[in-house]
């Protein structure tokens, strides 16, 4: 029997950390229908760090939240909507309120992988309208298989109808996707979905790998298009699932169609694996802190390197923007001393 893989697209979302936010109107516009027309059956859309999550802190969106939602709903009538909430960035009675009135179909609630206790009222409040809502564990490489099954069983007992795993940083291996996803597999009773960035060259066969430990979910971005070194590269999903007897339901041909259109749409970004992105693959470091850590070593004259292993030590997260100035002064400052 021919297994059936879910594909969720975040281009329009991770994709957004790449521009720093910058996707305007016509680029929602044409990849949401490139997208359809592929039959795509999520397409994930927003400001990079999701809902409500525009600022100065995080970087602000060229679009608002409603902008890209109406924007989006209004281009996608087969594919679902979705949307990325992280609890603290997106309020119940503002932003997931708007959302539902909006027509978003599947709400992917999100916490640090050791912190889905926050979702609990997002993901009720979700499940009380009617409406879809996936549990999402960021940066999971920072826990064992075992606390994330804990962490997961608390999304599930909250009503998520799915668990994904994000590996945030791009540090994991095959092995290392293989214990987790069976883990969570073997111990909830819910799907299980895996979030697969490039940082070290394994986002598409850690995403084979998810799929042979018991995930029926998986995202991929059409060209790689996302934070650091990109996500998992949705055609090569598409075409590499097809080839090992995977079905996704996406039109092959018109995939590469929507690739095509993503580099007319997107350019001059294109998803890369650049040494920064390996170190910070290495250092367990989300990808999306590639750029203010350029701009920081720039600015205190510090090694870019030396800061994604300092912030790895420290364990930092997404949203922890202001700890890499923080960090870069601190080593600015051992220089100096080391020269006196």
Request: charged letters at 20%; proline letters at 3%; hydrophobic letters at 45%.
């Amino acid at each position: 029997m021919t297994k059936k893989i879910l594909i969720s697209d975040p281009t329009l979302r991770d994709g957004n950390h790449a521009v720093r936010h910058q996707l305007s109107r016509e680029s929602f516009v044409a990849y949401c229908k490139a997208a359809e027309a592929a039959g795509v059956p999520i397409v994930e859309v927003g400001h990079g760090n999701g809902l409500g999550a525009s600022s100065m802190l995080v970087g602000e969106c060229r679009l608002s939240d409603e902008e890209i939602l109406t924007l989006s709903r209004a281009n996608l009538t087969q594919s679902r909507l979705a949307i990325h909430v992280i609890p603290g960035f997106a309020t119940i009675k503002h932003d997931l309120t708007r959302a539902l009135e909006i027509g978003v179909d599947v709400f992917r609630i999100a916490s640090h992988c050791t912190e889905a206790d926050i979702t609990d009222r997002h993901i009720a409040y979700v499940r009380k309208a009617g409406k879809v809502a996936y549990g999402v564990l960021m940066m999971s490489h920072m826990a064992s298989p075992d606390v994330l099954l804990e962490e997961a069983k608390k999304m599930e007992s909250y009503g998520a109808e799915a668990v994904i795993i994000m590996d945030s940083a791009g540090a994991y291996f095959p092995d290392d996707v293989t214990q987790r996803i069976s883990t969570l597999a073997d111990g909830l009773s819910i799907p299980v979905g895996f979030h697969g960035h490039n940082n070290l060259g394994m986002a598409v066969i850690n995403s084979v790998a998810a799929v042979k430990a018991g995930a029926t979910i998986i995202d991929g971005t059409i060209r790689g298009f996302g934070a650091g070194a990109g996500n998992t590269q949705l055609e090569v999903l598409v075409a590499v699932f097809d080839r090992l007897g995977f079905e996704t339901g996406i039109d092959l041909y018109k995939i590469l169609d929507a690739a095509d259109v993503a580099e007319k749409e997107f350019n001059p970004v294109a998803a890369s694996i650049s040494p920064m992105s390996i170190v910070s693959g290495l250092s367990g470091v989300f990808s999306g802190f590639a750029k203010p850590v350029a701009q920081a070593a720039k600015e205190y004259q510090v090694d870019g390197r030396d800061i994604f292993f300092a912030l790895g030590k420290r364990k930092a997260v997404a949203g922890q923007e202001s700890l890499i100035f923080e960090v870069a002064r601190e080593l600015a400052a051992k220089n100096t001393t080391k020269e006196d």
